[in-house]
């Protein structure tokens, strides 16, 4: 009686009673969303029969919290793949979605609507439905401090194509607050907005002032004598290392001519065009000559690079197995065979493995790629040795002009690791800085986070030597 009845529900009502039940699959959000100050959140449930239920969220952090939401009741598997891919897709309008944990996004969302409750604003209609797709806002949902408005205050960013919600947020703002208490702008005035803040925030700060600069280095080399015991008990002071690092990298480990070599390298090697694809056919298919069912294998090649996000690697590895049965000559399933083993292993005790696969599909990039990257860090206690030349995109595909996403993202992962190893950290900062300005979006958060923490160490050092020079006699 009880399974009828469930069957009998309406989705709305399914969602509303029983969503809650399912377990909480993976979850989805923009990479960009710290920075421009807007999240869009995918959160899914899974089905016994292993359909899938989804809502997607709209969040604006800095005034107006849940902007909109929508949800899909027991959808295919392959059909929410496809609505994935089209959010994970980077375009030129658009940035791509990574994979994250669901109490993040569960703080942005509640956090953001409790926000926005503050100055007035209540989520829009549809979140009263949607919200069933995430958990209980209760004590089970583990804090994490997130900043919501811009610097203390709500800053509202307007669109063009909605004229008549401009005028009623900026009655409601000054008869709320009073114009001096919140910032507005539209969206073509915001990224002169942010850089004028930026340079507004860094002219405050004289980092040649040698009280300054003792004050700086002194906090750096305390909070880096216990990075493990910060990271655990107080995980802003540990962004706050990080970020001081950088300072101190810029500020006065690096030259000009430092700066100057750095950038005409990172221009050179990346004089190419970035393709909107994710797989291209090469990536795909190798130096196959027949090249059957483009489309199938595209998709089952996405929807498992897609797997490789959330890090499942026992369950991608069943998957990839199956599908080298079906396809045993597409090199890409040997690829993606790799990663989940480089996923479930690490890098480095797949060398040999990789070294394998490398023999068996000379010419084919991505297993190239993972075979050096394992050779590097094998090396790494012995004095450092770059990528060959061979192995930069232009030269590895002599006369192609156009690259897919993922060999930049692979060329980008292999250059990363060879800079970190050498200690060439300013490259890695012209890097990223080259790709934030030419292809925003492109470098996955985790990739940017993982090359400011290998700095620190490194800076540690130059620190306390330059603390035991300030003690010298003399100085």
Known sequence: MNKKKQHLLSPENYIRTRARTLLIGDCYINEDWHDSGFATITVTREHINGNITHGAFAVDLYCLGVRESFWK????????????NLQKTMTEFGVRMVATNYTLVHNIIYGAAEFADELGFHPHKS??????????????VKLINIEFGYKGKPLYISSPQNPAEKNRVLAHLDKKLGRNNFNFITEAEADDFFAKEDQTESNKIDYQDPEVKMNLISQFVTLAGSPKKILSKKPNKFVELIEIAEIILIEYMTTLDMMKIAIETISRLFDFTIASEHFSDDLLFGNMGVRKNRGGVRREAERLNNMTFSEKADEGL?????????????PVFHYLYLRFMELKAGTRKCLSLFKEYAERYPGYYPIACLHASASLLDKYEYPPQHIPEKLHLKNFYVGKTAFCREEVLLYIHLLILDYSLSIDFVMIDVLIEYMDLHHPGIIPEREVFASKIIKVPKVFEWCEVWLGEQRKPGY
Do not use: S
């Open 127 to 140: 979140f009263e439905l949607a919200k069933y797709i995430l958990e209980e806002d209760d004590e089970r």
């Open 73 to 84: 009741f027991n959808q295919n598997p392959h059909d929410f793949t496809e609505f994935l």
């Open 318 to 330: 069943r998957e990839v197995d199956k599908l080298i049965n079906q396809y045993p000559d597409v």
